[in-house]
Nanobody
Framework: QVQLVESGGGLVQAGGSLRLSCTVS????????MGWFRQAPGKEREFVAA????????IYADSVKGRFTISRDNAKSTVALQMNSLKPEETAVYYC???????????????????WGQGTQVTVSS
């Protein structure tokens, strides 16, 4: 059983920064693709960023490119999301996801991920 626990959410002013972290337990972390999604109230969950299973490639949603950075530490079984220049419309619950089988072309589809954390709230005030 794979368990994901997010942390680091909170309240920040527009233009500010937050760093989210996700700790994974239960299986060999290094073999998993890791991703971040977010869901705002009344909206569908949307892709933010991900690492491929090999860890060699990162992909980002166009809306966060240049402002968000995903990183992973295989020794600590963690994946982080550094978020800079945050905007009020990015207020959402942010979720960490993992999969041992997902292919790169499917990473933006939340239905293709196997494991999810409970989410952490990020609120950006204007």
């Amino acid at each position: 059983q794979v368990q994901l626990v997010e942390s680091g959410g909170g309240l920040v002013q527009a233009g500010g920064s937050l760093r989210l972290s996700c700790t994974v337990s239960g299986r060999t972390f290094g073999s998993y693709a890791m991703g971040w999604f977010r869901q705002a109230p009344g909206k569908e969950r949307e892709f933010v960023a991900a690492f491929t299973r090999t860890g060699g490639n990162r992909i980002y949603a166009d809306s966060v490119k240049g402002r968000f950075t995903i990183s992973r530490d295989n020794a600590k079984s963690t994946v982080a999301l550094q978020m800079n220049s945050l905007k009020p419309e990015e207020t959402a619950v942010y979720y960490c996801a993992a999969s041992a089988t997902i292919i790169t072309s499917s990473m933006r589809n939340d239905a293709q991920w196997s494991y999810w954390g409970q989410g952490t709230q990020v609120t950006v005030s204007s």
